[in-house]
């Protein structure tokens, strides 16, 4: 249906001059995860919703790790199905070297045609887009079949213990038992041999913090020892870094790579479906010529383990430390488990009888699977065919985590659509947590303009 209501945001509105300042604004806020500090960004979201007549929850385990939950109801003679939820996250990965951004990171300048600043990818630019699109179905009173319930949560970056697992488990009946939520990372423009591609995220990783331990006599420093429990452990560092594990080749991940390579000629397509052997994929991803490429497609296709911190006992020069530990972050193909892991990681230091290391799991997630033959997914092919005729609208799979992992325990399928139209001088890989993150303004304006269009066809449908 094509509606009246479809052409809600104008090129050039207040609106979209209106969401460009409040993005600057929470980009201002610097929200970085540890600690978060999302209540002052809240405090932004609730004064723009209430100034549009909507009534926010606040809700969450401690005062300063707030999350919100704004819905617009559907009239009870209108309402034909269960609700969609538009959820983002309000923290931020911390700065690692601001010395290195060309703007600071937390001005949210607008130069060279873009806003700059942590979180203007991820995820505050989805903030403002889905806000902005909920205060136009408002406004503009469509008639929706369902209910819409904006959330915006805190604690993504860093495991969700207060934002989305924290609602999920202590207040869905803030939440409605959705049947569709709208979260990242999808909808930004892939350039790939002259296409565009546009992604839409059905599937991502889970998650196995391990804390690995390796003892050892503790002893003087001066006698010649070899092997100390810190030997132990930088040996188990290094063959874990250098593994490779084994391949674990699921539907989405055919289906993300295939995606891209369904227009190759037919000898590349034979090639890259070696990728999804257990025999020959290793070495053939291997044969990608870009770094960062080859590392997106290998860790969608094996489960990964990345050491990233080590410590020890020892608190002197002098003395050996009796036990040394490093913690590893490790991700899951969705249906694999932090105790597949474990064997694999066993297996590639040689200690299958754990004898020499033992393992601790800090954190597991599940990694998720949502299905494409939706009513949902369809309107967002559709949608996009309107926006971009020549765009390519592929499902993928991210190797992190979101937030829709905790929403797929409601039942609720979980898409990455954050449209975001992006020329071919930004990566969205390089802006998602690195240095100079920014988003272009154009583009944007043209993610707010199609999510509303989305969302005006699909609720009246
Ligand atoms: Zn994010």
Redesign the pocket.
Known sequence: MIADSENLCEPGSADLQKATALLQSLIRIDSSNPPGNESAVLDVLLWELQSAGITPEVVGARNDRPNLVAKIAAKPENRTAAPLILSC?MDVVPVMDPGAWKYPPFSGEEAEGCIWGRGAI??KGFAVMALTSLVLLHRKHIPINRDVIFVAVSD??AGMDYGSKWLVENRPDLLGGPEFVIN??GGFTIHRSGRRFYPVQVAEKGAAWLRMTARGKPGHSSMAIRETSLSLIADGVAKISRATLPWHVTEPAVNFIEGFSQFESKAAQKVSKLMFSKSTGSSVVKLIPDPGQRASVEAILRNTATPTRIQTSGNAINVVPNEATVDIDGRLIPGMTAEILIKELRRVLGDKKGKVYSFEVLRETAGAIFPTDTSLYRAIEEVMMDVDPDGIVIPSMIPGF?DSQNYAKLGATCYGFYPLKLEEDINFAAMFHGDNERIPVAGFHWGIQTLTRLLSRFLVS
């Open positions: 996250h991820d995820m993504e970056e990242e990372v979101t």
